[in-house]
């Protein structure tokens, strides 16, 4: 006779509990997946680049800015009177002293192309000596936090083999002692457990370690008025351009504006929120004496490379001023007034 015990023995309880588990673990996945699959993810916005086009044969917008930015407006204007010169002259030998002046008023432009060029490199070179210093921190923060990783689980597989087998071991009915049904069960509890405590580590290691270090300033100290070391200074063509807005009729703000504007926006970049937070200024710049992290480490190298591209941007009108010295491009609408 069926006893009610027997209906409700715990091996059935647990039997029927594992056959539940099994039924709604497809299910949840599923669930799982399409939850993950519908989720959007929040890219950052692109910058905004200036109207440019190479095949047009006056100077974009853009371009004339720079040229008046860099005090070139006089030296092109005369280029043209003196080219017009050269083709009212239909071939004829020109006098020497237009030809010297043609000349005299290139190399003039050139001359504050290049220097604008070495600027541009200046400030390049310091942002590449920066870059690399945080890329050399960066891995060796995640071999550190690989190791550490690496380490969790290691003991995690190790406690849960070794204390499941002593739990097993235990169950295996011997003459004189059919089963040891509670120190296996509390060893199979603390086999569960102590894997458990070792994911759970193994987790918040993945953040990475904290460090102090001394303050060190880097070249962001410019961008959020921090005084700047003189090597990481920015040369005044440089800093003028940044601080002017993109010649695309859609925004006023400065170039440089815009850019912290998409830091603050980008949910990514963790350490910096708020551009008049003194404290994540601080930790930015590194003006204080502060805790690196990896996150810390990745938001700077993410600023640090948006900034140099930003930078780099300024080569693509010195192209087109180039092209108005070879002939290939004319200032088209250059005037005082723009």
Excluded: C
Excluded at 45 to 50: E, F, G, H, R, T
Excluded at 208 to 217: D, F, L, S
Excluded at 306 to 313: E, H, K, L
Aim: hydrophobic share 45%; aromatic share 6%.
């Amino acid at each position: 006779m069926t006893t009610l015990n027997s209906l409700y023995s715990p091996s059935k309880f647990a039997a029927i509990a594992l056959a539940i588990v099994l039924a709604l673990s497809p299910i949840a996945a599923i669930s799982f997946s399409a939850k993950w699959r519908h989720k959007t993810l929040a890219v950052p916005a692109a910058p905004v680049l200036s109207n440019l086009d190479l095949n047009s044969s006056t100077l974009s917008v853009g371009a004339q800015r720079l040229a008046k930015q860099l005090g070139l407006i006089p030296s092109f204007t005369r280029l043209e009177q003196l080219r017009k010169q050269v083709q009212l002259s239909k071939g004829e030998k020109l006098p020497l002293e237009v030809r010297q002046d043609l000349l005299e008023v290139k190399q003039e432009i050139m001359e504050k192309i290049e220097q604008t060029r070495l600027d541009i490199e200046f400030v390049q070179a310091g942002l590449s000596v920066e870059i690399a210093i945080q890329d050399e921190l960066l891995h060796a923060f995640e071999a550190d936090r690989d190791k550490r990783m690496n380490a969790n689980y290691l003991w995690s597989f190790r406690t849960n083999g070794a204390l499941w087998a002593v739990a097993e071991g235990l169950d295996i009915p011997t003459y004189n002692h059919p089963r040891y049904s509670i120190p296996s069960g509390t060893i199979g509890i603390v086999a569960g457990l102590i894997p458990s405590i070792f994911s759970i580590v193994a987790i918040r290691e993945a953040k990475g370690g904290r460090y102090e270090r001394e303050a060190r300033p880097n070249i962001l100290s410019k961008i959020f008025d921090y005084p700047p070391p003189p090597e990481m200074d920015f040369p005044k063509s440089v800093w003028t351009w940044v601080n002017t807005p993109i010649a695309n009729g859609v925004s006023t703000k400065s170039r440089l504006g815009e850019l912290i504007d998409r830091w603050t926006e980008d949910k990514y970049m963790q350490m910096f929120s708020d551009r008049n937070s003194r404290a994540q200024l601080d930790i930015i710049t590194g003006a204080v004496r502060s805790r690196l992290t990896l996150q810390l480490i990745s938001d700077r190298l993410a600023m640090l490379r948006q900034v140099s591209a930003m930078i780099a941007m300024m080569n693509r009108p010195l192209l087109e001023l180039m092209m108005v010295v070879r002939g290939e491009k004319s200032t088209g609408l250059l005037k005082e007034s723009e």
